[in-house]
């Protein structure tokens, strides 16, 4: 299949398949706040102007979200800070960050309750859902789904699920009945996915997709109203929730068909070129940055979660503190951190509004291997940049019993103006992370 | 007004007999009498304030207030016992001038509301019926929806479903998936494939592990001479083996190996790529491995297997899984298996040695030559399918009847249609070639549609529909030819809205006294979960379904039929609470011998107990007390009783003196109530209290501080509780809270008998039992188990029997709860206080005949609580 | 009449081309046990227009019947032996070949015999086979774990044992005496 096809599809499915809009799971959603949604659907994108302005609400500096999961490991040692709190002392792997170092938080002690079974624990990082390892499993919504429910309608793109990885079927995302959302593998494709211009008629049979759908929702909505005319008035109170409903969807189709008939952004830079060797994964990672980059500053989405697989070097994590072996591995992992440190700082290179790309977007960095060698899923070494947070420290937790991962979560999605006090496993917000 | 001081105490005569004959006025001067010393602005006990009291029952909150102090009167509660008893007569007309007020106030305020409000389907509701509109059987669609909530116990209360623009575009896409699988675009069926697989498929876990011998090759119950068992050394190189044929040559595999984080055994050689209905046959058999030698086995050990769904282009492993069931392979002689499932696209079936230990050490010196233990042998797994009774299928004669299939060719002007292609699965099963895109043809397509559509819309609406409704879904399918589609994509547009109109979405009930299908829909989804079916529909339409012996018949007949194990797991599910059976993990040092099967089989129990109560219109005493169980093999073990064999279940005459059999003592009950790794008398006694016995006790009040008491010198849970009641203020709740749950301290986490603790670290080394000889034990007896305790009124018991025999005497109050949970999931809605009536005659009369759980339904089914909104 | 009859055979045998089918040997790749003299056989009924006349185990030879302008026209003797590889290769999931025959003449080979140990199981004898016999220099191989033995003919002057050892061990066979 042609990648604009997929493409158009692809915004159809997620359109659709995707949940738009607010999160019907948790209880603690005040009603007003769904209700609120309405006017947010019709919001315009950030980045570009567009004729019927006039007296549209000009919609706040939006914030995003990146979720990255290295999926064997970081080698604790050189990973986690001795000393808690502000003025730690850089370690190696920290150091390759040091010039953002007031831009991340750094956390220890933490974990996903419950989740264990070694390798099987990779497809839980974002899920938190115990016990992925046992016969009958199944897997939970991922922290980035559930985002792209609420603020996923405002791009393009309500979420871009993406994997640098070579022939394993890794994703981060999964929708809320436990199914992995594929990802996109080749940064070609995705850039072509975000800016380059689909094919006349294929934008002309998605629209018209739509537009039946809209249809059906008009005749549907009619025969609401007839079957509105019989009944009692505590029932018509009833009804008149499906009937908002039916007006709501419809205002999101027609957002989506608007979104058909504007062009991509244009950028300056060329279409990456993929890279085959799985080796390289360090040169693959830095494409992908690359591409997410351009994504998050043409407003193309603003969640994003992307698979680091390096399951080539999986016989080294098995290292069984063999020094050579050792050393091997951790240049490796330095490569990744240098990846991390070239996108983190472009990000915090770029303006937009008064402020850096990076402090509107959070970058979520970890691992489900606590100790690769011994396939512990605890202690799982995590960062978080940007994105609006208090940073510059090691926020260290308990070793023995570790703090859930799933309460940064909860704050990632207070921080994106989501209402919840519960994800997953994870009860409350992070102790020890502010918001600014 | 000055009266003669002699008149004066015979005008209080006068006034008190008049207050004992005008009921309305009596009010004051019982309060007065037995209530105000204790509760009035100065002494406030308990918070209450009587003497500020006005009858005015107008909002919510003083309702409630209204209503908690009738219930403390009526049950003789209030005043308290070391106080001077009202009199019958104060007693009664207090409670009838309260009783008044509340239904007065209540009756104004269902005026406006309703009691049972316009409710849609619930995720259950919905697949079910998509599943019997189509004639899908194995359709998923729950899955994708979002979740309901849960109002008064269940999620079929209008309070718990809501509904927004996400559950919208999540029907959309369901009605799509639905239509597209029911659509035929092909004129033959699919091939029907015939494949016999062997467990160590190709590039399968199992290949992988036979050559390190966490299993063997059998050939005629003996080491297949061709593929020598691992020993000393171990086959290399599992690519060379299969081009070998070393697993193809029809050898049985024997697996001494657990399902674990590392290793999965699955059928991968078949994927599913046409949906429908399969024939599965397994021949199974287990054996005892001794360094080379097949032996008799200790005895019938069990397989599972399930539906497994693999993700996108059908490599990756493992998401989700539906367990199909647990058979029995009985020791040296294969016992052959026959089950026929639906499977969607991707799925394959999965096998697990369930009885088997977990970790059982097969990777020694000398591997599998240096093993003794069990094993489960399989034959094989031979799978056929789709198998189509019809073509085009049933499904797809629902919605274009017997219009025939011709091939479809795009006119000018018509929108082209693109082929969907059938996609290789990753199973050596292959697609039939395309026979290009077949599309179904109408003459007179107007017609047609009318037609078809008079057909499919009562049905899915469950009610007839007029012409002017129906001739608005035409108009639509006109205006769809005209705009170029064909007839199936025209008819598809209105089929799609048909399912996502309201009259489909809802149930629909229009008058107070419901009609008659209103009623029928109330009967199929209470017992079946879905739409009526034609006979219900029929005598709907007759109008036959309100005469009593007509409905008595329905009721058996839905009873009857197998689809009633829908009520029987949506029931119980919430009732009891089994839907987070799943929702803790049994510690694994403490608790060692946990294991799926365990966890499956305790869930089993309680179905197949309850539908043996209802099978058997046993009494409600039988919800907490029985001389009788429904186990298996696995939990026979669990709960120490002999003389069971194999993994089915059935009914068990338990040992005189076994606590087992009942909701109260079964595992599942036990699991649900603890967490993880301790359990604690106050949810287990809070459980007992709401959900057998129907007295919700008092969430902790909020503008007490909260007292910490001193648990120093505590050592067990009951201890600290003790502590907890020797301040009055929690004593009140808790004196009902924790005899329960002090009885049933007697059972552990996963619902084992305990006389001591276990622990880790101090204690004393606990003994094996019946737990696997493979199973590590790491956990120590610790302190003693105290499960003795007092009720409320005094009567005390000393170990769990005492207990049971206590509460089951209590059949009036185990029997109406249980009216009031039937009643709420039925009528689905929440039960009022004018509703206590009608329940305790609905009661009166199921006692008089012998107080049956089964009777119990059928004086429900026949009153005007359920046949009323 | 019988001068007639004879005259006409005479002429069929002359306008029948002499192309006939001939016995040609070839190297075979896969013999590494007794036992594969009968898989070669059953590998080979499956092969059209191809047939099986003799198996020399010892020399890992066999000799077939089939003509080859007609099943491999215009192909060199090189390219005849590789189409005849894949062919039997696909007809036995690749555990038979044929590959060309040893320019060397049989004295100057010289013979490793490498004591292993390992299951008495064919497909193990494969892979120990399969981990050397495509060494350059292994003009052909034997591995067979009943007898505990792996024995090679190899051209010296471009192989030697430690190069088969390390190539078995790093397969997974166990090298040494039992």
């Given at each position: 299949m042609q990648p604009i096809t997929r493409a158009a599809s692809l915004t159809l499915a997620c359109g659709l398949g995707t949940i738009l809009g607010l999160s019907m799971h948790s209880a603690s959603i005040p009603r007003r706040t769904f209700l609120r949604g309405t006017g947010v659907a019709l919001a315009l994108p950030w980045l570009e102007s567009l004729a019927p302005a006039q007296n549209a609400p000009?919609?706040?500096?939006?914030?995003?979200?990146?979720?990255?999961?290295?999926?064997?490991?970081?080698?604790?040692?050189?990973?986690?800070?001795?000393?808690?709190?502000?003025?730690?002392?850089?370690?190696?792997?920290?150091?390759?960050?040091?010039?953002?170092?007031?831009?991340?938080?750094?956390?220890?002690?933490?974990?996903?309750?419950g989740v264990t079974g070694a390798h099987a624990a990779e497809k839980c990082f974002l899920t938190g859902t115990p016990h992925p390892e046992r016969g009958g499993f199944r897997n939970g919504i991922s922290l980035d789904q559930l985002a792209a429910e609420s603020v996923g309608n405002h791009t393009r793109f309500p979420s871009l699920t993406l994997a640098m990885s070579g022939e394993n079927n890794q994703t981060l995302s999964f929708t809320r009945s436990g199914a992995p959302i594929p990802a996109e593998r080749s940064s070609n494709r995705l850039f072509q996915r975000l800016f380059v211009q689909g094919r006349q008629d294929e934008i002309a049979a998605v629209v018209e997709a739509l537009r039946q759908q809209r249809s059906l929702l008009d005749f549907v909505a009619d025969q609401s109203r007839r079957l509105n005319r019989t009944l009692s008035r505590a029932d018509q109170l009833r009804l008149d929730q499906y009937l908002t409903s039916v007006r709501e969807l419809e205002q999101r189709l027609a957002a989506m068909e608007q979104w058909e008939h504007r062009p991509r952004p244009r950028v300056t830079a060329t279409a990456p070129q993929d890279i085959d060797d799985n080796r390289e994964f360090v040169r693959k990672t830095r494409l992908m940055f690359d591409v997410v980059k351009l994504a998050l500053e043409t407003d193309s989405s603003r969640v994003i979660s992307l698979f680091i697989d390096t399951t080539v070097i999986h016989n080294l994590t098995?290292?069984?503190?063999?020094?050579?072996?050792?050393?091997?591995?951790?240049?490796?992992?330095?490569?990744?951190?240098?990846?991390?440190?070239?996108?983190?700082?472009?990000?915090?290179?770029?303006?937009?509004?008064?402020?850096?790309?990076?402090?509107?977007?959070?970058?979520?960095?970890?691992?489900?291997?606590?100790?690769?060698?011994?396939?512990?899923?605890?202690?799982?070494?995590t960062l978080l940049a940007g994105g609006g947070f208090r940073h510059g420290q090691h926020l260290a937790f308990d070793q023995q019993n570790n703090y859930p991962l799933t309460n940064l979560f909860v704050s990632m999605l207070q921080r994106l103006g989501i209402e919840t006090n519960e994800f997953s496993s994870g009860r409350g917000t992070m102790r020890g992370l502010e918001m600014v | 007004m000055s009266q003669p001081a002699n008149i004066y105490p015979i005008a209080v005569a006068i006034l008190t007999a008049l207050a004992c004959v005008v009921p309305a006025r009596a009010q004051t001067p019982f309060f007065e009498k037995h209530c105000h010393a204790c509760h009035d602005t100065s002494?406030?006990?308990?918070?209450?304030?009587?003497?500020?009291?006005?009858?005015?029952?107008?909002?919510?909150?003083?309702f409630a207030h209204l209503l908690k102090i009738h219930d403390r009167i009526e049950s003789g509660e209030m005043p308290p016992k070391n106080k001077p008893r009202p009199t019958a007569e104060e007693k009664s007309s207090s409670l009838k001038t309260l009783h008044d007020v509340l239904v007065k106030a209540e009756s104004a305020k269902l005026a406006n509301d309703g009691r049972t409000r316009l409710r849609r389907l619930t995720r259950v509701e919905y697949e079910n019926t998509m599943r019997d509109l189509f004639d899908m059987p194995g359709l998923l669609l729950q899955g994708e929806l979002p979740a309901d909530g849960s109002a008064h116990g269940f999620d079929n209360n209008s309070d718990a479903l809501d509904i927004s623009h996400v559950n919208l575009a999540k029907y959309l896409k369901a009605a799509d998936h639905t239509l597209t699988m029911a659509i035929a675009t092909q004129p033959k069926p699919p091939s029907v494939t015939k494949q016999r697989i062997s467990l160590a498929n190709p590039?399968?876990?199992?290949?992988?592990?036979?050559?390190?011998?966490?299993?063997?090759?059998?050939?005629?119950?003996?080491?297949?001479?061709?593929?020598?068992?691992?020993?000393?050394?171990?086959h290399i190189d599992q690519g060379a083996h299969e081009r070998m044929g070393a697993f193809r040559n029809g050898s049985s595999v024997g697996l001494f190996r657990h399902e674990d984080e590392s290793f999965h055994p699955y059928f991968i050689e078949f994927v599913t790529i046409y949906p429908g209905n399969y024939r599965i046959r397994t021949s199974l058999w287990s054996f005892q491995w001794d360094k080379g030698k097949v032996l008799l086995a200790r005895g019938t050990e069990a397989a599972r297997l399930s539906i497994v769904q693999l993700t996108g282009d059908g490599r990756g492993g493992g998401h989700p899984s539906t367990v199909l069931g647990y058979y029995d392979a009985p020791s040296l002689n294969e016992k052959v298996h026959d089950i026929t499932t639906w499977l969607n696209k991707n799925e394959i079936v999965g096998f697990n040695a369930a009885s088997l230990a977990p970790g059982a050490n097969t990777r020694g010196k000398n591997r599998a030559m240096g093993f003794v233990g069990p094993g489960i042998a399989c034959d094989y797994l031979d799978i056929e399918g789709p198998l189509h009774d019809v073509w085009p299928p049933r499904a797809h004669q629902i919605l274009f009847g017997d219009l025939p299939l011709v091939e479809f060719k795009a006119k000018a002007g018509t929108p082209k249609r693109k082929l969907v292609r059938q996609e290789m699965g990753a199973g050596k099963n292959r697609p039939d070639p395309s026979l290009g895109l077949w599309t179904v043809h109408s003459d007179q397509p107007l017609i047609d549609a009318d037609r078809l559509l008079g057909k499919f819309l009562p049905r899915a609406f469950r009610r007839p529909v007029t012409p002017e409704i129906r001739k608005q879904y035409v108009a639509k399918v006109e205006e769809r030819l005209k705009a170029g589609e064909?007839?199936?994509?025209?008819?598809?547009?209105?089929?799609?809205?048909?399912?996502?109109?309201?009259?489909?979405?809802?149930?629909?009930?229009?008058?107070?006294k419901i009609d008659d299908h209103a009623l029928a829909c109330r009967l199929s989804y209470f017992f079946w979960r879905t739409m009526p079916d034609e006979k219900l529909m029929h005598l709907a339409a007759l109008g036959k379904l309100r005469d009593g012996v007509v409905l008595r018949g329905e009721v058996e007949r839905l009873l009857a039929d197998g689809k009633s194990q829908r009520f029987v797991e949506d029931f119980l599910g919430q009732w009891l609470k089994l839907r987070s059976i799943a929702a803790t993990d049994p510690d694994r040092k403490l608790y060692p011998e946990f294991n799926m099967y365990l966890q499956d089989s305790t869930v089993a129990e309680t179905r197949a107990y309850f539908r043996e109560l209802l099978d058997k219109n046993l009494d409600a005493s039988y919800l907490v007390k029985s001389d009788f169980a429904l186990l298996n093999e696995r939990l026979a073990v669990h709960y120490g009783i002999e003389g069971v064999s194999g993994s089915q279940i059935r009914r068990v005459s338990l040992p005189a003196g076994s606590p087992r059999g009942a909701f109260l003592t079964q595992a599942s009950i036990l699991r649900i109530t603890a967490n993880g790794t301790t359990t604690s008398p106050v949810p287990r006694g809070a459980f007992v209290l709401d959900?057998?016995?129907?007295?919700?006790?008092?969430?902790?009040?909020?503008?007490?501080?909260?007292?910490?008491?001193?648990?120093?010198?505590?050592?067990?849970?009951?201890?600290?509780?003790?502590k907890h009641r020797d301040n009055p203020s929690c004593a009140s709740c808790h004196a009902k809270i924790d005899p329960p749950g002090f009885a049933l301290e007697a059972f552990d986490v996963i619902g084992g008998f305990r006389t001591r603790y276990r622990s880790i670290g101090a204690g004393d080394p606990a003994p094996r039992g019946k737990i696997d000889p493979f199973i590590g034990i790491q956990f120590k007896l610790g302190p003693k188990v105290d499960a003795s305790g007092t009720l409320p009124d005094g009567r005390e018991f000393l170990a769990i029997n005492d207990y049971q025999n206590l509460i089951a005497a209590d059949r009036e109050r185990l029997l109406k709860n249980l009216a009031g949970q039937f009643a709420i999931y039925g009528a689905a809605r929440n039960l009022t206080f004018s509703d206590r009536a009608p329940i305790a005659t609905i009661v009166a009369n199921t006692n008089k005949q012998g107080g049956g759980i089964r009777t119990l339904i059928h004086e429900l089914t026949q009153s005007a609580l359920f046949q009323t909104r | 009449m019988r001068i007639l009859i004879m005259l006409g055979t005479i002429c069929c045998l002359l306008v029948t081309p002499i192309a006939s089918a001939q016995p040609i040997k070839h190297q075979i790749t896969g013999l590494f046990m007794p036992e594969r003299e009968r898989d070669?056989?059953?590998?080979?009924?499956k092969l059209a227009d191809i047939k099986l006349v003799s198996i020399n185990y010892k020399n890992a030879e066999a000799t077939f019947d089939y003509v080859p302008a007609k099943?491999?026209?215009?192909?060199?003797?090189?390219?005849?032996?590789?189409?005849?590889?894949?062919?039997?290769?696909?007809?036995?999931?690749?555990?038979?070949?044929?590959?060309?025959?040893?320019?060397?003449?049989?004295?100057?080979?010289?013979?490793v015999e490498i004591p292993a140990g390992g299951l008495d199981c064919k497909a193990c004898c494969l892979t120990a086979y399969e981990a050397i016999y495509k060494i350059d220099g292994v003009e052909r191989a034997t591995a067979n774990f009943r007898d505990g033995k792996i024995t090679a003919w190899i051209d010296s002057r471009k192989t030697d044992r430690p190069t088969l050892e390390t190539a078995l061990k790093n397969r997974g066979v166990t090298i040494g005496k039992r």
């Open positions: 000009r919609p706040a500096v939006p914030r995003r979200m990146v979720a990255i999961e290295t999926n064997m490991g970081i080698l604790p040692q050189f990973f986690f800070p001795a000393t808690a709190g502000r003025n730690y002392a850089l370690t190696p792997y920290l150091n390759i960050l040091s010039r953002v170092r007031d831009k991340f938080t750094v956390f220890s002690g933490v974990s996903h309750p098995h290292h069984g503190n063999r020094p050579e072996v050792l050393a091997d591995l951790r240049a490796k992992e330095e490569g990744q951190f240098e990846a991390l440190d070239g996108f983190l700082r472009s990000l915090n290179d770029t303006q937009e509004a008064g402020q850096s790309l990076l402090d509107r977007t959070m970058v979520l960095y970890g691992t489900c291997m606590g100790s690769a060698n011994s396939h512990a899923n605890t202690n799982l070494p | 002494s406030k006990r308990g918070g209450l304030d009587l003497t500020a009291l006005k009858l005015d029952a107008s909002n919510a909150e003083q590039h399968g876990f199992v290949a992988h592990v036979l050559l390190h011998g966490d299993g063997v090759l059998l050939k005629n119950k003996q080491p297949d001479p061709e593929f020598p068992p691992a020993g000393e050394h171990m064909c007839f199936e994509l025209a008819m598809r547009w209105v089929y799609r809205a048909a399912l996502l109109s309201p009259d489909f979405l809802y149930h629909i009930e229009p008058t107070e959900r057998l016995l129907g007295q919700p006790p008092e969430p902790p009040p909020p503008n007490i501080p909260a007292i910490e008491p001193d648990v120093r010198g505590a050592k067990t849970i009951r201890e600290q509780l003790a | 070669l056989r059953e590998v080979c009924d099943l491999f026209p215009k192909q060199t003797p090189e390219q005849i032996v590789q189409k005849l590889d894949n062919l039997l290769r696909s007809a036995s999931n690749s555990t038979f070949g044929v590959k060309p025959r040893c320019a060397l003449p049989a004295d100057k080979l010289t013979f």
